[in-house]
């Protein structure tokens, strides 16, 4: 199983960006998939995280801005950025949890870097 990241960049203050996440392998099944930030000599934080049914969590300075979703028949998670601001500044990874037949995973993607500038 292998999780695919893509979609960071440069965006001005006030921009969007999508970032996608995609899980490669067969016979997998998800509990739930994630975004996680890590800014220069800050400790990783949860972003967005969607569960089975749908059910979201985010981070207190991502709400109403962020939107995150699931696309379950290609196991691929978007997280839709808006109203970015320069401490939005950060390396996101995309994190998966599931099963493969009976073998339980926690997986993260390699990092891509958002950068917002002022």
């Known amino acids: 199983v292998q999780l695919q990241a893509s979609g960071g960049g440069l965006v001005q203050v006030g921009g969007s960006l999508r970032l996608s996440c995609a899980v490669f392998?067969?016979?997998?099944?998800?509990?739930?998939m994630g975004w996680y930030r890590q800014a220069p000599e800050k400790q990783r934080e949860l972003v967005a995280r969607?569960?089975?049914?749908?059910?979201?969590t985010y981070v207190d300075s991502a709400k109403g801005r962020f939107t995150i979703s699931r696309d379950s028949a290609e196991d691929t998670v978007y997280l839709q950025m808006n109203s970015l601001k320069p401490e939005d500044t950060a390396v996101y990874y995309c994190n998966a949890d599931g099963r493969r037949f009976v073998a339980p995973f926690n997986l993260w993607g390699q990092g891509t870097l958002v950068t917002v500038s002022s």
């Open positions: 969607i569960g089975r049914g749908g059910i979201t």
């Open positions: 392998g067969s016979e997998v099944r998800i509990n739930y």
